[in-house]
């Protein structure tokens, strides 16, 4: 079996997890400081002070702009990097499954897994229940590269969540 998904994938993301929500914390402190020292100085002015509407108007301009920042960044920014993370992670420990299908082709269209970018691989797989094939599609993550699989080759894979984890070619078929 040739792995397509192993732990280092997870170790990156969680790095790089811990990485974005560090800077994130970086600047909440940077921002509680600010906003520390402006309530000092408002607190140390007496009352009816020319200068309390000086604090006031650095102040809450400072304040929207890190409310609209941290939606941004928290919205956007780190949720997309969570989710690539739990994903990365359910792939490590959810529940595994085996197929083998014959490889039709890949697919660059872009699909969300979890809310995750993926592109896809193409399978016939044979329903023995139903008794007919039918078009299996297969996760990979978008930043990765498609495995190399030769088309019409009949291709024994392990799935999480219909994501990738490895595969292994049985046979290559003739185009003939």
């Known amino acids: 079996m040739i792995e397509f998904f192993n732990e280092s994938i997870l170790e990156d993301a969680k790095k790089q997890r811990k990485e974005v929500l560090i800077k994130y914390l970086a600047i909440v402190f940077v921002y509680a400081i600010i906003s520390g020292v402006l309530l000092g100085w408002y607190l140390t002015l007496p009352y009816g002070s020319k200068t309390i509407a000086t604090v ?41 499954e ?40 297969v996760f990979v993550l978008y930043e990765m590269d498609f495995p190399d699989i030769p088309e019409k080759s009949m291709v024994k894979f392990i799935t999480q969540g219909n994501v990738l984890i490895s595969y292994q070619i049985l046979n290559e078929k003739e185009n003939g």
């Not at 039709?104 to 691989?121: N, P, R, T």
């Open 98 to 137: 085996t197929f083998e299908a014959q490889f039709v082709g890949y697919s660059q269209m872009l699909a969300i897994k979890d809310g995750v970018d993926c592109k896809e691989l193409i399978f016939n797989e044979w329903n023995k229940f139903k008794e007919v094939y039918y078009e299996r599609r």
């Open 56 to 96: 006031k108007w650095i102040h809450f301009p400072l304040t929207a702009v890190f409310v609209v920042f941290s939606f941004i960044y928290l919205g956007i920014y780190y949720k997309r990097i969570n989710k690539y993370y739990k994903l990365c992670l359910n792939l490590k420990n959810g529940l595994k």
